[in-house]
């Protein structure tokens, strides 16, 4: 079974805080993906990687930048955390052209 | 411009009945789509896919048509139990993309 972990279930932040959410996929898979989740705006892709140190914009990195040092982990870094990138964020991972996508169980964080 | 939509947001279908999900798109040129089912606080799980090439699959419960024509796909819950409640989103992959275009959700209530 593959597994997607995420380091946090819950964050709490203040404006202008740096923020480090990590993601952890155990299946040997090259892609991962970081998605925000908000209501009424679905899943909406901020970037993904296709192999390490590899990466490209997704439809909403404005905010957000990304790191991918081992095949297994790819961190999401908010370099100046504002209130609205409160939000429900959600990692994932699949094969080399495989459609479908593995997710973690998502960390919500509140920016105040 | 939302590619792939769900012009519902929410759905209440009586336990035992059928539950229909919708989901509209406006390019052709997919290779699948894909269900995923997200409960409160926890992230996204594959349901079902439908390659292009066909305009139906069925996976217990679950089953996926396709309309090519009409550009619309739907989701059969047959029958429906309490633990259907949740959030579906539809997801439109390309041949040669490793990204996914998520739907807003239709969140479903299964009403005892």
């Known amino acids: 079974d593959v597994k997607v972990t995420q380091s946090s279930r819950y964050l709490v932040k203040r404006t202008g805080e740096k923020v480090f959410l990590e993601c952890v996929q155990d299946?040997?898979?090259?892609?991962m993906f970081w998605y925000r989740q908000d209501p009424g705006l679905g899943l909406r892709l901020i970037y993904f990687s296709y192999d390490v140190k590899m990466k490209e914009k997704g439809d909403i990195p404005e905010g957000y930048s990304v790191s991918r040092e081992k095949k297994e982990r790819f961190s999401l870094i908010l370099e100046s955390a504002s209130t609205n990138q409160t939000s429900m964020y959600l990692c994932?991972?699949?094969?080399?052209?495989?459609?479908?996508?593995?997710f973690g169980p998502g960390t919500r964080l509140l920016v105040l | 411009d939302q590619q792939v939509k769900q012009n519902s947001p929410s759905l209440s279908v009586q336990e035992g009945r059928i539950s229909i999900l919708n989901c509209d798109y406006t390019?052709?040129?997919?290779?699948?789509f894909l269900w995923y089912k997200k409960y409160p606080a926890e992230g996204p799980t594959f349901l079902i896919s439908i390659s292009s090439i066909k305009d139906k699959n069925e996976d217990g419960r679950f089953t996926v048509f396709l309309n090519k024509s009409a550009k619309h796909l739907s989701l059969h819950i047959v029958p429906s139990q309490p633990g259907d409640s949740a959030v579906y989103f539809c997801a439109e992959h390309y041949f040669g993309n490793e990204k996914l275009t998520f739907g807003t959700g239709t969140r479903l209530t299964i009403i005892p």
């Open positions: 994932a991972s699949s094969q080399v052209r495989a459609e479908t996508q593995y």
């Open positions: 299946m040997d898979h090259e892609n």
């Open positions: 390019n052709s040129m997919f290779d699948y």
